[in-house]
Nanobody, 117 residues
Framework: QGQFVESGGGLVQPGGSLRLSCAAS????????MGWYRQAPGKQRELVAR???????DYADSVKGRFTISRDNAKSTVYLQMNSLKPEDTAVYHC???????????WGQGTQVTVSS
């Protein structure tokens, strides 16, 4: 079962940028899709972006054109570059490996992203 350590969150003003990182372990990172998810207070966790083992990428409509997901298989790390941040992007961000479009690993602590002036 995979383990994940997220980092890079923080407090940023609207319009600002952050780059999140997720270090994965305990599974063969390169052969699995990876997803970034977020959960805002009082809301269900939602998928933000997904990158397949072959590099195919999908984004939630709410972040298209603003967020970029990437992966470094040599480092077993997935990244999320977030630009033009909005207050509605405020949430705890998690990553996970995916099989059949569903997360399979243990959820890490996540990293808090707060967008506020």
């Amino acid at each position: 079962q995979g383990q994940f350590v997220e980092s890079g969150g923080g407090l940023v003003q609207p319009g600002g940028s952050l780059r999140l990182s997720c270090a994965a372990s305990r599974f063969v990172f390169s052969i699995y899709a990876m997803g970034w998810y977020r959960q805002a207070p009082g809301k269900q966790r939602e998928l933000v972006a997904r990158i397949s083992s072959g590099g195919r990428i999908d984004y939630a409509d709410s972040v298209k054109g603003r967020f970029t997901i990437s992966r470094d298989n040599a480092k077993s790390t997935v990244y999320l570059q977030m630009n033009s941040l909005k207050p509605e992007d405020t949430a705890v961000y998690h990553c996970n490996g995916e099989v059949g479009g569903r997360p399979f690993g243990s959820w890490g602590q996540g990293t808090q992203v707060t967008v506020s002036s």
